[in-house]
């Protein structure tokens, strides 16, 4: 069965303070691994598409990595806008549409 | 910067009773999505739509569920008779590929009492 786990459940950084997120994922052959970012009450917002190992993608002070087993989201000198649940979501070979979740870390960045 | 739109915010409705949650979606993508996120649990697949008709659909998309793209800019999902454990957010989305990011509405809040 395709799974997607998020590690930790939450995190709480200091201002400033780096740190990294973990999507592990065990799929019947991974099409695309996809973050995302989700403020409470809000749809989530898009973050990065990954599609192969090796492969990263970075956007301000996010860098999003991808293994063959896991993906990472990198956090450096997070600010308290930062704040907010992180999830990470697969696209599985037999399938071009759906996406399975994890259930996301919840950071927290605090001042 | 173009976004998904969905209608209503909230919708409070009594069991068994038909509801219609209503997306615009991004308007130069093709492919259409409705998840949704029971408070505190994962975000769940439901259905995807392209050229028309539905693509895939998971096991919790059964005969109550059904999709309509009924003019050039509306997707809709409707309840035809709603239960206790279809209270939950539903989030359309929309991509312009199948691989590509899907981006998210806001949501509907829907709360059958």
């Known amino acids: 069965e395709d799974q997607v786990t998020q590690s930790p459940e939450a995190l709480r950084l200091q201002e400033g303070e780096s740190s990294s997120l973990n999507c592990s994922y065990t799929v019947s052959g991974l099409r695309g691994l996809f973050w995302y970012r989700q403020d409470p009450g809000k749809g989530p917002e898009f973050l990065f598409t990954l599609y192969s190992a090796g492969e990263e993608k970075e956007k301000e002070r996010l860098k999003a990595t991808l293994t063959k087993k896991e993906s990472f989201l990198h956090i450096t000198a997070p600010k308290p806008e930062d704040s907010a649940t992180y999830l990470c979501?697969?696209?599985?070979?037999?399938?071009?549409?759906?996406?399975?979740w994890g259930a996301g870390t919840k950071l927290i960045i605090k001042p | 910067e173009p976004e998904v739109t969905q209608t209503p915010s909230h919708q409070v409705t009594q069991m068994g009773q038909e509801v219609i949650l209503r997306c615009v979606p991004i308007?130069?993508?093709?492919?259409f999505y409705w998840y949704r996120q029971i408070l505190g649990q994962k975000v769940e697949f439901l259905v995807s739509?392209?050229?028309?008709?539905?693509?895939?659909k998971s096991e919790i998309f059964d005969d109550q569920f059904s999709v309509e793209r009924p003019d050039g800019s509306n997707f809709t999902l409707k309840i035809r008779s709603t239960k206790l454990e279809d209270s939950a957010m539903y989030f359309c989305a929309s991509s312009d590929s199948p691989g590509a990011g899907q981006f998210f509405g806001p949501g509907t809040r829907l709360t059958v009492l």
């Open positions: 308007s130069n993508h093709l492919y």
């Open positions: 739509f392209y050229n028309n008709e539905i693509s895939e």
């Open positions: 979501a697969v696209q599985a070979g037999d399938s071009n549409y759906q996406l399975i």
